[in-house]
């Protein structure tokens, strides 16, 4: 018996395993538009066995896009190719989620392999927003800071893309609440000096998340199920902690969030993180225990016997796979061989099983 392949049920929602696809940016869109290329990145990890693709930030906003790369689902015409993406990955037996993101502060940059520096007006970047006017790095353009009314427009934002989501055919939603965008600028002390309701004391910091988390959740059906990916700490003094976050969870658990995706960092960019194989998974371990709530571990899970190992000592319910995955899209086929666990191939490739 091996605990990855194990099926896995949320809700009305069964896991063919416990192998996610982590979201990671492609910056391959225009305005926001899919295209052939995330048709068969998606498609290809579908292929090879993943039980849950979370699909890359996609932007609830044009100005919440990282890049001019992003994926967006600010426009209804963009449900039409994510419609197609989705049914492929059906098709292939995998559960097709989608995260919902919005920049921040972080918004308006440039493509990662372009360096990922922040865009003038004039080089095609555009007006940044965020809980206070305090820039990411020091010589950035400072963010504007925003109104009661910005905040509002977010969780509606949030909500009209949660619909689009639903109809372009996801089963999950996950709300970007991490590696210091926008949602996370809220949540941490760091990049929040609010002194209205939205900021100050914990219960204000984690207003607008709780928001937005409240109204998703009223979006969507219960054959829907929401996950909320958040930084459980900023790994830096006087910043967001795990004591907060565990807090956070229960809160989050409590208006129906089905799952936490427990990452970590990205507010600032001196934090001092311990990398290291599973460096993250304590935090899914003790939000799991303390909060009572499903959590997913991610962060270099690299191998087979690592990730059965944090199932086994019931440390989190889903292993999410990063950059694991864009250098072996049959990592679950692999790994289902190397733990000696029968599983179905694609019928198209039963010839090359062992
Ligand atoms: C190319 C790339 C793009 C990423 N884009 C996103 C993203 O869109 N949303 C997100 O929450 N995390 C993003 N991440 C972080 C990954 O989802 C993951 O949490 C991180 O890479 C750690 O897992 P790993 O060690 O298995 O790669 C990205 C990472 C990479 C390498």
Same mark, same amino acid.
């Given at each position: 018996?091996?605990?990855?392949?194990?099926?896995?049920?949320?809700?009305?929602?069964?896991?063919?395993?416990?192998?996610?696809?982590?979201?990671?940016?492609?910056?391959?869109?225009?305005?926001?538009?899919?295209?052939?290329?995330?048709?068969?990145?998606?498609?290809?990890?579908?292929?090879? *066995?993943?039980a849950?693709? !979370? @699909?890359? #930030?996609? %932007?609830?906003?044009?100005? =919440?896009?990282?890049?001019?790369?992003?994926? &967006?689902?600010?426009?209804?015409?963009?449900?039409?190719?994510?419609?197609?993406?989705?049914?492929?990955?059906?098709?292939? *037996?995998?559960?097709?989620? !989608? @995260?919902? #993101?919005? %920049?921040?502060?972080?918004? =308006?940059?440039?493509?990662?392999?372009?360096? &990922?520096?922040?865009?003038?007006?004039?080089?095609?970047?555009?007006?940044?927003?965020?809980?206070?006017?305090?820039?990411?790095?020091?010589?950035?353009?400072?963010?504007?800071?925003?109104?009661?009314s910005?905040?509002?427009?977010?969780?509606s934002?949030?909500?009209?893309?949660?619909?689009?989501?639903?109809?372009?055919?996801?089963?999950?939603?996950?709300?970007?609440?991490?590696?210091?965008?926008?949602?996370?600028?809220?949540?941490?002390?760091?990049?929040?000096?609010?002194?209205?309701?939205?900021?100050?004391?914990?219960?204000?910091?984690?207003?607008?998340?709780?928001?937005?988390?409240?109204?998703?959740?009223?979006?969507?059906?219960?054959?829907?199920?929401?996950?909320?990916?958040?930084?459980?700490?900023?790994?830096?003094?006087?910043?967001?902690?795990?004591?907060?976050?565990?807090d956070?969870?229960?809160?989050?658990?409590?208006?129906?969030?089905?799952?936490?995706?427990?990452?970590?960092?990205?507010?600032?960019?001196?934090?001092?993180?311990?990398?290291?194989?599973?460096?993250?998974?304590?935090?899914?371990?003790?939000?799991?225990?303390?909060?009572?709530?499903?959590?997913?571990?991610?962060?270099?899970?690299?191998?087979a016997?690592q990730?059965?190992?944090?199932?086994m000592?019931?440390?989190?319910?889903?292993?999410i796979?990063?950059?694991?995955?864009?250098?072996?899209?049959?990592?679950?086929?692999?790994?289902?061989?190397?733990?000696?666990?029968?599983?179905?191939?694609?019928?198209?490739?039963?010839?090359?099983?062992?």
């Open positions: 018996m091996s605990f990855l392949f194990e099926p896995f049920s949320l809700n009305s929602i069964t896991f063919r395993n416990r192998l996610v696809m982590s979201p990671m940016c492609q910056y391959t869109a225009q305005d926001g538009f899919a295209n052939n290329w995330h048709l068969v990145h998606y498609g290809s990890r579908a292929v090879g *066995g993943a849950l693709i !979370i @699909q890359e #930030a996609t %932007a609830i906003s044009p100005e =919440g896009r990282i890049s001019p790369g992003d994926l &967006g689902i600010y426009k209804v015409e963009h449900i039409q190719k994510l419609s197609e993406i989705v049914e492929f990955i059906k098709q292939q *037996g995998t559960i097709a989620g !989608i @995260q919902l #993101a919005h %920049a921040g502060r972080k918004a =308006g940059c440039n493509l990662a392999w372009k360096g &990922g520096k922040q865009l003038s007006t004039e080089e095609g970047g555009w007006t940044r927003y965020a809980p206070s006017s305090i820039a990411f790095q020091p010589d950035e353009e400072l963010p504007v800071e925003m109104t009661v910005d905040i509002q427009k977010v969780i934002d949030f909500c009209i893309a949660a619909e689009r989501a639903k109809k372009a055919g996801y089963q999950v939603i996950e709300i970007h609440a991490a590696h210091g965008y926008l949602l996370h600028e809220f949540l941490s002390p760091l990049s929040n000096h609010r002194t209205d309701s939205y900021g100050g004391s914990f219960e204000n910091r984690v207003r607008l998340l709780l928001e937005v988390a409240t109204a998703m959740r009223k979006v969507l059906n219960d054959g829907e199920l929401l996950f909320v990916r958040i930084s459980a700490t900023d790994w830096a003094e006087g910043g967001w902690d795990v004591n907060e976050a565990i956070l969870c229960k809160q989050l658990k409590m208006i129906g969030a089905d799952l936490i995706d427990c990452s970590s960092g990205g507010l600032i960019p001196t934090a001092r993180i311990p990398l290291g194989p599973g460096y993250q998974v304590d935090f899914a371990d003790r939000i799991r225990i303390e909060a009572n709530v499903p959590t997913g571990a991610v962060g270099l899970i690299t191998n016997a990730a059965e190992a944090i199932l000592e019931g440390k989190a319910d889903l292993v796979l990063g950059r694991v995955l864009l250098r072996d899209p049959y990592f679950p086929m692999n790994a289902a061989g190397k733990l000696e666990h029968d599983i179905d191939w694609p019928l198209q490739y039963s010839r090359a099983k062992q």
